[in-house]
Every structure is written in C-alpha cells, then in structure tokens.
C-alpha cells in the first residue's frame, strides 16, 4: 500500500471514514489499511469534532484529517468534496479489513461490473466482532442478510465502493438526518442500477448491540425502517436520541420512541394513517422473505427455505390482501406495545 504525496501520481482510491470520538476503534482501521496491497490510496478522516484525541490519532497514523459539520452525511459529503481519486470507498470507524489485498481485489471487481453496467456500487458480507457470548442465531442471520444483496439489506457498515461520477448523479449523501444516509444512497442505487457484492468479508463490530440491548436495538431497527418508509421524517428528525452516536451509546428502552410515535401518529389526519398502515404492510410483506432466512440460519448446513420463498410465495404475498392484513397487524402491535410501555 503507498499513500499519495504532492508530486507523486494520484491515489486509485480516496478511503473516506466519518468519525466521531473514535480514538479507541480508529487506529485499528488505519492499520489495516496501511498494509493493503497492490494499490495507491489516500485516507481522509472527516472529524465531526472529536475532543478524544480522534483527529490527532489519525494524523499521526498518516492520514488526512478534515473538520466536517456532526452527522454522517454531512461528514461524508465534505470527505467526497476532498477526494482526489476516481474511485471512493465510505468505511465506518469501526470496521476492520480482513485481507491485506482486499481493497485491490475488490476494486477490480467493481470496475468489471462497472464496464458492464451504467451504474453500480459495491459493498462486502458482514463478520460481526463480538464481546460476549450469546445470541449467536441473531448475528448469523444478520450476517447472511448482510450477503443476501437484497434491497433494504445494505448499510454503511458493509463498506461502499462506488465511482465519485457515480456518486455525484446520486446526489451524494442524504444529509437531512444525522443517520440513514447510507439506507436512502442505497435505495437509489437498487432503484437505478445494481450493488456488487465485494470478495471476502468486512468485520463490523457489535459495540452497539452489546452496549443498547440486542432485542432493543433490533426493534428501535425496525421502527427506524418502518417510519422511513412511511414518510415519518418529522418523527425521526424530532428525536435526538433515536440514533446515539457510538460514545453516548447507552441501555435503550423502547417505551420513550413507543410513546412518541403513537402520539405522532394519532396527529395524523384519518386519510394519512390508513395511507401510513398499507404503506407498513407493504413493507412488511415485501420483507416476508427475512423469515426464511431466519429458517436457513438456523439450519446452515442445509439452506432452502428461502429459495422455496422466493419460488412459492414473493410473488403472491405482494397482492391482496396480504399488504392490507399485515399493515392492520402492525398498527395492532403498535398500539399494544404503547399500552404495555410506560411513558416517558
């Protein structure tokens, strides 16, 4: 791996990493990358004003540090601004390469799908770097959902190589929200071209599943989606805590984001819910198919269950009355979870 000086050829690869107080997880990342090979990259850390020594680590591990306004998107947007190289890859803090030629190989796989395809980004499967025993059904179905490369699957957590052309006809990053910016540029990209899935693997760690609750983080997961989905944005947007950043991470419980959206909700004219509940039954069952993932996770050695989904169901689930069923379904479960939460 060499990094671009002034006067030395352009890098092949701008690596743009978003971090906010990142002191402990940062270094292990620039380390990985320092041993990459085969390929000239240069590392921009977009600091959202760190006062853990972030940004001073970085530097001294050779990369560039940049001040940017807190929120991914926006960190991320001002990292693109900076990049000298044609290609970009958007790595989180805490994530880990797992080979030292992997940016190389992957980088070529992308540029072969690229030739051949108007518009196409990649990202890696996940390996989760976990603390604690338990919960291991949770992670393998997490994991094999990471490497399905279906719609709604991919994240920032999985890495994102893409072209900065690329990029730039997207729009770059959503930056109304302090998250999600990674779920809408995906959404896009499934919706105008294709996702690559990357050789090898990109381990993530599971800090905020172990510090939040796996249960709560899971759920709160799943609102997020489900209230993105139907156009909640206020919701989201009014709710500071619904996505701490890693340092202020803490034990979550459900019953203040349970309250908040039921209220939410029950402001909304009569025309605008029932529109909101097709719209979350049709996400659901577009989603139906994770359930036979979770049958194959729990028996790997021997996956068929979601091929037999794919084969007998997808398509039926999508029409009446399915949708409509499954959007009365969850406003039921929505209103008993408020009831059997406390209020803030």
């Known amino acids: 791996?060499?990094?671009?000086?002034?006067?030395?050829?352009?890098?092949?690869?701008?690596?743009?990493?978003?971090?906010?107080?990142?002191?402990?997880?940062?270094?292990?990342?620039?380390?990985?990358?320092?041993?990459?090979?085969?390929?000239?990259?240069?590392?921009?850390?977009?600091?959202?004003?760190?006062?853990?020594?972030?940004?001073?680590l970085a530097r001294r591990q050779r990369a560039r540090v940049i001040a940017a306004p807190r929120g991914r998107g926006a960190q991320l947007n001002a990292a693109v601004a900076a990049a000298r190289a044609p290609w970009l890859?958007?790595?989180?803090?805490?994530?880990?390469?797992?080979?030292?030629?992997?940016?190389?190989?992957?980088?070529?796989?992308?540029?072969?799908?690229?030739?051949?395809?108007?518009?196409?980004?990649?990202?890696?499967?996940?390996?989760?770097?976990?603390?604690?025993?338990?919960?291991?059904?949770?992670?393998?179905?997490?994991?094999?959902?990471?490497?399905?490369?279906?719609?709604?699957?991919?994240?920032?957590?999985?890495?994102?190589?893409?072209?900065?052309?690329?990029?730039?006809r997207l729009g770059g990053f959503d930056e109304s929200l302090p998250f999600y910016e990674d779920q809408r540029l995906a959404a896009k990209i499934f919706a105008l071209g294709r996702f690559v899935l990357l050789p090898g693997a990109l381990q993530t760690s599971a800090r905020r599943f172990e510090t939040e609750g796996h249960s709560a983080r899971l759920a709160l997961m799943a609102l997020i989606v489900g209230a993105e989905h139907a156009g909640l944005v206020d919701w989201l947007r009014a709710l500071p805590t619904l996505y701490r950043a890693q340092h202020e991470a803490a034990p979550l419980s459900l019953a203040p984001f349970l309250h908040a959206l039921s209220v939410h909700i029950a402001s909304l004219p009569p025309p605008q819910q029932r529109q909101l509940w097709r719209d979350t039954g049709a996400l659901l069952t577009a989603n139906a198919w994770q359930l036979?993932?979770?049958?194959?996770?729990?028996?790997?050695?021997?996956?068929?269950?979601?091929?037999?989904?794919?084969?007998?169901?997808?398509?039926?689930?999508?029409?009446?009355?399915?949708?409509?069923?499954?959007?009365?379904?969850?406003?039921?479960?929505?209103?008993?979870?408020?009831?059997?939460?406390?209020?803030?």
């Not at 402990?24 to 977009?46: H, M």
């Not at 190989?105 to 799908?113: F, K, S």
């Not at 794919?310 to 408020?338: F, H, N, V, Y």
Request: aromatic share 4%; glycine share 6%; charged share 20%.
């Open 89 to 168: 890859l958007c790595l989180h803090a805490d994530c880990r390469l797992t080979a030292a030629d992997q940016l190389v190989t992957a980088l070529n796989a992308l540029r072969a799908a690229h030739s051949s395809s108007a518009l196409a980004a990649g990202h890696w499967p996940l390996r989760f770097d976990r603390k604690r025993a338990g919960y291991e059904l949770l992670f393998r179905q997490l994991e094999a959902k990471s490497a399905s490369n279906r719609p709604g699957t991919v994240n920032g957590d999985q890495g994102l190589l893409i072209h900065a052309e690329t990029l730039a």
């Open 292 to 344: 036979a993932l979770l049958l194959d996770s729990i028996s790997p050695a021997s996956p068929r269950w979601l091929r037999r989904f794919d084969r007998l169901l997808a398509t039926s689930l999508s029409k009446a009355p399915w949708p409509q069923l499954a959007g009365q379904a969850m406003a039921a479960t929505i209103r008993l979870a408020t009831v059997l939460s406390k209020p803030p």
């Open 1 to 56: 791996m060499s990094h671009a000086r002034r006067g030395q050829a352009a890098p092949a690869l701008s690596v743009l990493i978003p971090a906010l107080n990142e002191a402990e997880t940062l270094p292990l990342l620039l380390a990985d990358l320092s041993t990459q090979r085969g390929i000239r990259i240069e590392i921009i850390v977009a600091d959202g004003g760190s006062d853990d020594g972030t940004p001073q």
